[in-house]
């Protein structure tokens, strides 16, 4: 496409959020940020599921990691899972990080950006919220404190539903 060139990258960001909207999540496969597991999104399916991208020097994911795992831990149930792909190319700047701020969820490395690169991942943090059937039904771009009981919420309509 040429004239992506010339769209504002906000733009172009929130366009490619609404394209991404309702369709099915494109699977993948990683290993965990220490390199001791396995996992593949389509493992989750029948699950409602919440991905999010962040790297270890991006300010909002410093703030989101802690308030996420917070919230998993509030939601912790057999019906939802939490995943957080980190994509330093130092994957150790994100081990070092999880050291000093632990979470209770998986977290998988991406240095070199394969995960990412179908969900158009441009902008950090990005996150995306699946339903049981493994749509992307949202989209989430920063994060700022507070966004986390919003997105609670939408999870918790999601569980509400029948499986």
């Excluded at 504002?8 to 369709?23: D, G, K, R, T, W």
């Excluded at 029948?46 to 990691?65: E, N, Q, R, T, Y």
């Excluded at 792909?85 to 998988?108: A, R």
Aim: charged fraction near 25%; proline fraction near 7%.
């Amino acid at each position: 496409m040429h004239y992506r060139k010339t769209i504002p990258v906000v733009l172009l960001s929130l366009f490619s959020a609404v394209l991404i909207a309702q369709e099915l999540a494109p699977d993948f496969a990683g290993t965990s940020i220490r390199g001791d597991a396995t996992l593949r999104l389509s493992d989750y399916r029948g699950k409602v599921v919440f991905i999010d991208f962040w790297a270890s020097w991006c300010p909002p994911c410093l703030v989101s990691l802690p308030a996420y795992d917070r919230m998993y831990q509030e939601l912790g149930n057999a019906e939802f899972e939490f995943i957080a792909i980190n994509v330093d190319e130092d994957t150790d700047n994100g081990i070092f990080f999880l050291e000093d701020h632990p979470v209770s969820y998986p977290v998988l490395a991406d240095p070199e950006g394969d995960i990412g690169i179908p969900y158009k991942v441009r902008s950090l943090p990005v996150s995306y919220l699946l339903d049981r059937q493994g749509k992307i039904v949202q989209s989430y771009r920063s994060f700022k404190p507070g966004d986390e009981i919003e997105i609670k919420q939408q999870i918790l309509q999601l569980l509400a539903r029948e499986p």
